[in-house]
């Protein structure tokens, strides 16, 4: 079945950066486009990134502004999301997501938490 782990979440200061990965297993990993999404407390899960299946094309949502940064390794089954300049209203459950936007399968999600 889909296993999604994400991880490298943690409790940062606002401008601060944060890597997170995410190894992702039971289904053809190279032949999906995949996806992060978060979700604030008491909110709806908000699509971040997408990115196609060779990893040519990546789509952010407008409050990136260029602070972060989507791969993939398609060697290693693994996505990630290269998270600069945090601010406050980033803090949210960080998932990552199978398919394009959200709607496919998530993991069990990494906490982002900024404060000061």
């Known amino acids: 079945q889909v296993q999604l782990v994400e991880s490298g979440g943690g409790l940062v200061q606002p401008g601060g950066s944060l890597a997170l990965s995410c190894a992702a297993s039971?289904?053809?990993?190279?032949?999906?486009?995949m996806s992060w999404v978060r979700q604030k407390p008491g909110k709806r899960l908000e699509w971040v990134s997408s990115?196609?299946?060779?990893?040519?094309?990546?789509k952010y949502a407008n409050f990136v502004k260029d602070r972060f940064t989507m791969s993939r390794d398609k060697s290693v089954n693994m996505l990630y999301l290269q998270l600069k300049d945090l601010a406050l209203e980033d803090t949210a459950m960080y998932y990552c997501?199978?398919?394009w936007g959200i709607g496919g399968n998530l993991g069990r999600g990494t906490q982002v938490t900024v404060s000061s």
């Open positions: 997501a199978e398919g």
């Open positions: 990115i196609t299946m060779d990893g040519s094309y990546l």
């Open positions: 039971g289904f053809d990993f190279r032949s999906t486009a």
